[in-house]
T-cell receptor, first 113, second 118 residues
Framework: GNSVTQMEGPVTLSEEAFLTINCTYT??????LFWYVQYPGEGLQLLLKATKADDKGSNKGFEATYRKETTSFHLEKGSVQVSDSAVYFC????????????FGQGTRLTINP | GAVVSQHPSRVICKSGTSVKIECRSL??????MFWYRQFPKQSLMLMAT?????????EQGVEKDKFLINHASLTLSTLTVTSAHPEDSSFYIC??????????????FGPGTRLTVT
């Protein structure tokens, strides 16, 4: 079945550091890939998405590229801010427009000033 | 953007009792709602999918008689954990989408409910 594996946390960085959170997946067909973010006390929010190979999703300075050859969708940001502190979830939605989302275990990110 | 609320945010109940968790879409009609549970340091696991006015579809391994889901209106779904046991303690999260207007993957998530069974 489909699965997502992401980098275990917690991750602690200083402000303005470069961020990478690794995510790899196993899926049949051509899934869509997502990063969700959960700020304290709030629901998960879609951060970015990519629906086909080589697509790059981007939002709020974050980027991730859909790499089919390495089955990866790593999240990156060039310069993190304290306000980026949150839990980040990598997820996939199966082919044929399936609605079900399969999540990774989440990575807690803390940015220190 | 679309907002989904959950109530309560935290609940403690005694073993053997039942507890109901509500999930509401505040500014859109949720034709489909999803219920997830999350154990510490683990993924969100889909428990069931419910469509308004019809029976929920449960994922393999989820007891439908234990986790009762009612999606009686386009803005409200409820999850009732019946005869709760300590192993049911978890973080329960709902999400909602409007199939008529949204893309297949557009789900809006509630903030979650922490259930502790003593």
């Amino acid at each position: 079945g489909n699965s997502v594996t992401q980098m275990e946390g917690p991750v602690t960085l200083s402000e303005e550091a470069f961020l990478t959170i690794n995510c790899t997946y196993t899926a049949t067909g051509y899934p869509s890939l997502f990063w969700y973010v959960q700020y304290p006390g709030e629901g998960l929010q879609l951060l970015l998405k990519a629906t086909k190979a080589d697509d790059k999703g981007s939002n709020k300075g974050f980027e991730a590229t859909y790499r089919k050859e390495t089955t990866s969708f790593h999240l990156e940001k060039g310069s993190v801010q304290v306000s980026d502190s949150a839990v980040y979830f990598c997820a996939l939605s199966g082919a044929q427009g399936a609605q079900k989302l399969v999540f990774g275990q989440g990575t807690r990110l803390t940015i220190n000033p | 953007g679309a907002v989904v609320s959950q109530h309560p945010s935290r609940v403690i109940c005694k073993s053997g009792t039942s507890v109901k968790i509500e999930c509401r879409s505040l500014d859109f009609q949720a034709t489909t709602m999803f219920w997830y549970r999350q154990f510490p340091k683990q993924s969100l696991m889909l428990m069931a999918t419910s469509n308004e006015g019809s029976k929920a579809t449960y994922e393999q391994g989820v007891e439908k008689d234990k986790f009762l889901i009612n999606h009686a209106s386009l803005t409200l779904s409820t999850l009732t954990v019946t005869s709760a046991h300590p192993e049911d303690s978890s973080f329960y999260i709902c999400s909602a989408r409007d199939q008529r207007t949204g893309l297949a993957y557009e789900q809006y998530f509630g903030p979650g409910t922490r259930l502790t069974v003593t």
